[in-house]
Structures are given as structure tokens and as C-alpha cells.
């Protein structure tokens, strides 16, 4: 079973501010089938990036990834008032799927 | 508008059994998967498997194996995800989301969830 690790647990920043968020893997993940997932309180989460780096329909070019083997980032180059949530790094490139353990980015 | 609609909350007693439907629509269900996941209270998220539309095939993981059932009916385009012996520790926001032709895929439409509270 791959394990994912997200760094840090918790960023808090400020609206406007870059963020940079971690999703390390203890072994390579296929074909780079690692995918980036928003959640919000009280709802369901929201597919944001597929592949590593392909963002899915509707995402905000703010919202970018990268990364390949056991490294992978998610950044968000400015931060809007509704990208305070949680944030899930998936890998789908083996059975079974995980999740990282998320990382929640907060108001400062 | 593609969209999953999931059942109501449920409660159940320990050793009981829950089945969750999770109804397609807006595109051609038997195109796709449907995966199945879990949320603890104030934690993670958790794969419980996927099956796909087209042939019912699955792919259950190891933790649930034994316990679940995973099912789908294209003639009214629904998923079904049927949890038995159930634990306290299966309290849970159960989601089912649309995943690919292949057991190996993002998911990329969610359902809202289901909460499932099992206690005594």
C-alpha cells in the first residue's frame, strides 16, 4: 500500500498569498495518477487537479500541480476568501487508492 | 448537470446492516466507475472500493473486504454500497463518486454523502 504523507498539517495564510502544499508517497505512483481534492466544511470534496498537473473542468488557473515519482506539490498562487479549506492529495495509480492525511489551509 | 444523489442518513446498531444508493445522472452510466469512500468524524478520507457500471466488476480494499458489497443497477442508472456486521468505528460520511471505465482513476464527481451513525 502506498502511504501519502501532506505537509505541513495546517498553513495559515493570508488572502492574496502564495501557497505550496506537500504530498510525499513511500514509493513511486504509476504513471504520475496522483490527483489534488478541495474540501470545505459540511461538504463533499471537489476534484481540483488529475495527472499530477492537468486541472479538472472548471478550476481556477490559480490552482496548479507538479511533480512526479514520490513528490508531488499543489499551488495556489494567490489565495481567494473561498480557498480556506482542506486540501487531499490521492494516489489512483494502485490498489488500494489512497489519501493523504490532508492539509487544512487557514485565515492568519 | 452530471450529478450523484445519494440516500438519507441512516442509524444503526452494532451487527446491523446499512445499504447506501447512490443514483447517475446527466451522463451514460455504464461509461464509467462509481468508487465508494468514507470520512470518520474529523478525519481523512478512506477508499472502500470501486465497481464498474459497464460489467460489475470490483475492486474491494482489504479493510472492508468480507463486509461489503458493491452493486449497481443501469436499468435506473444507481450504485448500491451494502456494509455489513457493522462497527461503531463504521460511523462515517459515506460518499460515492464517479471514477473511471478502470478500477485505476481521479474521481471526478462526488455525491454529497450519506451519514451513517452506528451505535447502541
Known amino acids: 500500500e502506498i502511504v501519502l504523507t501532506q505537509s505541513p498539517g495546517t498553513l495559515s495564510l493570508s488572502p492574496g498569498e502564495r501557497a505550496t502544499l506537500s504530498c510525499r508517497a513511500s514509493q513511486s505512483v504509476s504513471s504520475s495518477y496522483l490527483a489534488w481534492y478541495q474540501q470545505k466544511p459540511g461538504q463533499a470534496p471537489r476534484l481540483l487537479i488529475y495527472?499530477?498537473?492537468s486541472r479538472a473542468t472548471g478550476i481556477p488557473d490559480r490552482f496548479s500541480g507538479s511533480g512526479s515519482g514520490t513528490d508531488f506539490t499543489l499551488t495556489i498562487s494567490r489565495l481567494e476568501p473561498e480557498d480556506f479549506a482542506v486540501y487531499h492529495c490521492q494516489q489512483y495509480g494502485s490498489s488500494p487508492l489512497t489519501f493523504g492525511g490532508g492539509t487544512k489551509v487557514e485565515i492568519k | 448537470q452530471v450529478q450523484l444523489v445519494q440516500s438519507g442518513a441512516e442509524v444503526k446498531k452494532p451487527g446491523a446492516s446499512v445499504k447506501v444508493s447512490c443514483k447517475a445522472s446527466g451522463y451514460t452510466f455504464t461509461n464509467y466507475g462509481i468508487s465508494w469512500v468514507r470520512q470518520a468524524p474529523g478525519q481523512g478520507l478512506e477508499w472502500m472500493g470501486w465497481i464498474s457500471a459497464y460489467n460489475g466488476n470490483t475492486n474491494y480494499a482489504q479493510n472492508v473486504q468480507g463486509r461489503v458489497t458493491m452493486t449497481t443497477d443501469t436499468s435506473t442508472s444507481t450504485a448500491y454500497m451494502e456494509l455489513r456486521s457493522l462497527r461503531s468505528d463504521d460511523t462515517a460520511v459515506y460518499y460515492c463518486?464517479?471514477?473511471?471505465?478502470?478500477?485505476?482513476?481521479?474521481?471526478?464527481?462526488w455525491g454529497k454523502g450519506t451519514t451513517v451513525t452506528v451505535s447502541s
Open positions: 495527472g499530477a498537473s
Open positions: 463518486a464517479r471514477s473511471g471505465y478502470g478500477e485505476y482513476y481521479y474521481m471526478d464527481v
